[in-house]
């Protein structure tokens, strides 16, 4: 079973960076999309941004030009920088290998902004 261990959380300050990780512990092969989702409490889970194995990528409009998604293949691991955080940004954000007919999830990483 594929496996996706996610990094990086933690309280940040308005305005402030972050960067999290996502390592998957199996090989990837083939055609895949890896994206960053997060979930406030409350709240429904939301997309935020993809990249594929051939390198492209998208973002959602609400972090479009703060949030940039990133990937070294040597290291099976996908990352999302984020800058210019909000309080709003606060959430669980969760990691997801799309590879083939199956989903994989992370287990998420808990994302606060405040001051």
């Known amino acids: 079973q594929l496996q996706l261990v996610e990094s990086g959380g933690g309280l940040v300050q308005p305005g402030g960076s972050l960067r999290l990780s996502c390592a998957a512990s199996?090989?990837?092969?083939?055609?895949?999309?890896m994206g960053w989702y997060r979930q406030a409490s409350g709240k429904q889970r939301e997309w935020l941004a993809a990249?594929?194995?051939?390198?492209?990528?998208n973002y959602s409009d609400s972090v479009k030009g703060r949030f940039t998604i990133s990937r070294d293949n040597g290291k099976n691991t996908v990352y999302l920088q984020m800058n210019s955080m909000k309080p709003e940004d606060t959430a669980v954000y969760y990691c997801?290998?799309?590879?083939?007919?199956?989903?994989?999830w992370g287990q998420g990483t808990q994302v606060t902004v405040s001051s």
């Open positions: 997801k290998l799309t590879r083939g007919p199956k989903n994989y």
């Open positions: 990249i594929t194995s051939v390198g492209t990528t």
């Open positions: 199996g090989s990837i092969f083939g055609f895949y999309v």
